[in-house]
């Protein structure tokens, strides 16, 4: 659905910047430029939902794809949280969830709800870090400051393996085991929406997609070309 509030918006903008070099109505346009700030800051201009589904070039659905968006009118101001929390656990000698998506600056806990003991390593440049040995309902934490993909293992445990994907957008999600993803409240506009998967054969694991804008519902299937067979 078009806000039209969001298209006035559009409209003001533009004449702003063609009008803006005359001195003449400088203060006027000032003027125009505050009562445009004060529309922008009282209506968000939500219009957008994202639904994606990613598959591999087999068609087959792909779980744990990151998709993020940044907006062309940037992103809300404040502190970003996700529902899905931020805790990284470790049970049944592996890591819960597979991957996490967590915002920049977020501390995230690491609790062992095993009877074993853990040595959680990264070795990832967002994040390079580890805990020693801890036990039975221990918990360990870290702060993740820098936007980027976490690989983490476990010294004790090879197969032990889990990503932690720190996001500097509130526009992110990962796809369920049917593949499937929704980003909803998107800015109307242009946009860039990418997508990060650990095997996803691309640099960093990450892709821009081709869609260019949100604007009411956006639905869409993503192949991903990723580094396993089959
Ligand atoms: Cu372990």
Redesign the pocket.
């Known amino acids: 659905m078009v806000n039209k509030s969001c298209t006035r918006q559009t409209k003001n903008a533009r004449s702003l910047s063609v009008s803006q070099a005359r001195p003449v109505i400088a203060g006027y346009m000032k003027y125009m430029a505050l009562l445009v700030g004060l529309a922008a800051m009282t209506s968000p201009c939500v219009a957008g939902t994202l639904d994606l589904r990613v598959v591999d070039s087999a068609g087959k659905p792909v779980p744990d794809a990151v998709v993020t968006v940044v907006p062309a009118v940037g992103i809300p101001s404040g502190p970003i949280s996700f529902p899905w929390g931020t805790t990284m656990a470790?049970e049944n000698?592996n890591f819960q969830p597979h991957v996490l998506i967590v915002p920049v600056g977020a501390t995230i806990r690491f609790p062992n709800h095993?009877t074993?003991?853990?040595?959680?390593y990264s070795f990832s440049k967002p994040a390079k870090f580890e805990f020693k040995l801890f036990g039975k309902d221990e918990t360990r934490s870290y702060r993740f400051t820098t936007p980027g993909a976490v690989a983490l293992g476990?010294?004790?445990?090879d197969k032990?393996s889990a990503f932690i994907k720190v996001v500097s957008t509130p526009y992110a999600g990962k796809s369920a085991a049917n593949g499937s993803v929704r980003i909803t409240n998107l800015p109307e506009g242009a946009a860039q929406v990418t997508v990060w998967h650990p095997e996803l054969r691309a640099k960093d694991n990450e892709m821009v997609l081709p869609i260019r804008a949100t604007s009411g519902s956006v639905s869409q299937t993503v192949t991903l070309a990723l580094r396993r067979s089959g």
């Open positions: 470790q000698i095993d074993v003991r853990h040595h959680i476990c010294n004790i445990h032990m």
